[in-house]
Nanobody
Framework: QVQLVESGGGLAQPGGSLRLSCAAS????????MGWYRQAPGKECELVAA????????EYPDSVKGRFTISRDNAKRTVYLQMNSLKPEDTSVYYC??????????WGQGTQVTVSS
């Protein structure tokens, strides 16, 4: 059974940092690209970071480029999202994701990130 369990969310001040983690189980983690998405109330779900299976190539939208860093530890079956220079507009629920060979998207339960003074 596929499980993606996010952790590390919380409250941060503008300009602060948070590190999210996503622990994966139930599938061959090391062969899949992984992604972090976010969705705020009333807004569309947005990809904020993606990383290939070997970890050498990453992708970010302009909204987070230079502030967010995705990484992975295949031995620990965990993907991370380091978020620096946080802004109030980064407030959202953050989800871990991968797309299986059957083209089905798998999601974690999400972790709330709130950026506020």
């Amino acid at each position: 059974q596929v499980q993606l369990v996010e952790s590390g969310g919380g409250l941060a001040q503008p300009g602060g940092s948070l590190r999210l983690s996503c622990a994966a189980s139930g599938f061959a983690f090391s062969i899949y690209a992984m992604g972090w998405y976010r969705q705020a109330p009333g807004k569309e779900c947005e990809l904020v970071a993606a990383i290939i299976s070997a970890g050498g190539i990453t992708e970010y939208p302009d909204s987070v480029k230079g502030r967010f860093t995705i990484s992975r530890d295949n031995a620990k079956r965990t993907v991370y999202l380091q978020m620096n220079s946080l802004k109030p507009e980064d407030t959202s629920v953050y989800y871990c994701n991968y797309r299986g060979l059957d083209s089905v998207d798998y999601w974690g339960q999400g972790t709330q990130v709130t950026v506020s003074s």
